[in-house]
């Protein structure tokens, strides 16, 4: 299993923006003078993790200029998006953000989940995930959402799967609040988010925008979002990019462009590459590996106020620079302290994490020791996925674009390095589909994994975690690939102990 899950995006593929000085990342250094490293000291100042907590939950960066003035996304939450609607698209509510009275009304259904005036109440009250508005009362007593913006938590928290909550839905059917309403887990990929589908329903768009947005979770499933198709497909992001939308779709998909799964912003403490092509480093933003990424999809995605370049990354012959400012620079400040945050994120235990994302610690400790010898010998594993964050990115660096086992191989090519970084495992029974690609997986209509293999005895197995496993051990256990060679005994026991990781 040399290297398992590899490819994991690092926290905030849809997540913020950090940055300090350095040529080709956003701002130049002075003249002569070498950059200075700003990457978080270990242990972490926890001012400083305060500070990236706020930020990290509640910073927008200034994006209600794009969200706002742009896509007009208040005008549609306004007039459409009812709690309802938003729960299908995969936002949540955190519950330490209501008041008694509130959960009373959601509970008896006072307060109603299918009215859009309920999703303004919930945003003037800071309880909708990831999203930030500015909510007035009219002369008609009726709300108005008069501007909103994203925060990194839209795709990088979600809220635990142990409250016990139910409301009065659709004609007064009672229905499930668990895992909608919760308490916020940072740090934990949203893998319920559909970001296409809620994007696509912005009136600003082409109409080849909207069917290719609204596309991603039609043909992947929720939980993927594409943090590369707007810089080559769309001028407004990229000045680099040709006016003809819809061409630059079609050469852009042609080419290899797909949504990817978002990743966790867990587990990524003193590592010096971020995420799963090793782009960002201290050498490309002097804020550190996460830092990079953060500025890239604060300023990029986010269309937060701030700059982000790199020489490396060349779209239509000329390197990727974006200038988001308003005459302003809202993200370079807050970087140190949002990666102090992301750092100081632990990687969830199924132990003690494991019923708040109702997923059982029931391993089986015979077969967990039986995988352990395996993934240190016949399966390969530890040679990449090695140290206490099980990669070998400290020792060993990046791997090429060979190195991977998952379905799609395009994908790299859109990075700055074009090559691959071991993604450490820790926490893996999170966030099921596997792979950059979500090629880890099982077909539930099917029961086979996405190459087309099956996975023996592990068909009968209760919980997602374990078939998505088999799945990403019969990648590697592929003829064509690293043919290690298991039985199907081997696999259960090695299923087991990447679950108990």
Not at 42 to 71: I, K, N, S
Not at 226 to 235: L, Y
Not at 259 to 284: E, R, W
């Amino acid at each position: 299993m040399n290297t398992l899950m590899r490819e994991s995006w690092l926290p905030v593929a849809i997540s913020v923006a950090l940055g300090v000085g350095l040529t080709g990342c956003g701002h130049a250094t002075d003249a002569g003078s070498a950059p200075v490293s700003q990457v978080p000291q270990l242990p972490l100042d926890q001012q400083l993790v305060a500070a990236g907590q706020h930020t990290f939950r509640y910073d927008t960066f200034g994006d209600e200029t794009f969200w706002t003035d742009t896509l007009k996304m208040n005008t549609v939450i306004e007039s459409a998006v009812d709690p309802l609607t938003a729960a299908s698209v995969g936002l949540k509510i955190d519950a330490t953000a209501l008041p008694p009275d509130v959960v009373k009304g959601v509970t008896d259904g006072s307060i109603p989940l299918d009215d859009p005036q309920t999703t303004l109440a919930l945003l003037s009250l800071n309880a909708v995930v990831g999203l930030k508005g500015q909510v007035s009362k009219g002369a008609d007593g009726k709300l108005h959402l008069d501007r909103v913006g994203i925060t990194c938590a839209l795709c990088h928290s979600t809220v635990s799967r142990d409250l016990p909550v139910t409301a009065p839905g659709l004609k007064g059917a009672m229905i499930n609040l668990a895992g909608i309403i919760g308490t916020r887990l940072d740090g934990w990929p949203n893998r319920d988010l559909q970001p296409g589908t809620i994007i696509s329903l912005s009136p600003a768009l082409t109409p080849g925008q909207k069917a290719e947005y609204a596309s991603w979770a039609k043909l992947y499933g929720p939980g993927f979002y594409d943090p590369r198709f707007n810089v080559h497909t769309d001028p407004g992001s990229n000045p680099a990019v040709a006016p003809d939308i819809d061409a630059n779709i079609a050469a852009y998909k042609k080419a290899g462009g797909i949504p990817v799964v978002i990743p966790p912003a867990f587990g990524l403490a003193g590592l010096s590459k971020g995420i799963f092509t090793g782009d960002g480093d201290a050498a490309h933003e002097p804020v550190g590996p996460t830092a990079y990424w953060n500025r890239y999809v604060g300023v990029v995605q986010m269309h937060g106020h701030g700059t982000f370049s790199d020489q490396r990354l060349i779209i239509n012959g000329k390197p990727l620079k974006v200038d988001h400012r308003v005459g302003d620079d809202l993200i370079t400040a807050i970087l140190p302290q949002l990666e102090a945050y992301q750092w100081s994120i632990a990687a969830p235990a199924l132990g003690v994490d494991g019923r708040k994302w109702a997923v059982a610690s029931d391993l089986n400790n015979q077969a967990l020791t039986r995988g352990k010898t395996l993934f240190e010998g016949q399966a390969k594993c530890s040679g990449c996925h090695s140290g206490a964050s099980f990669t070998d990115v400290e020792t060993f660096g990046l791997h090429p674009a060979s190195a991977s086992v998952a379905l799609d191989k395009n994908y790299i090519k859109f990075s700055a390095t074009n090559k691959w970084r071991v993604t450490p495992l820790k926490g893996i029974w999170q966030h099921p589909p596997y792979f950059h690609d979500g090629s880890g997986a099982l077909n539930v209509a099917t029961n086979k994994c996405l190459d087309g293999s099956g996975i023996g005895s592990l068909a009968s197995a209760k919980d997602r975690v374990r078939q998505d496993l088999a799945c990403v051990v019969n990648r590697y256990n592929d003829a064509k690939e690293l043919n290690l060679g298991l039985t199907d005994a081997q696999r259960v026991d090695l299923v087991e102990y990447l679950k108990s990781l």
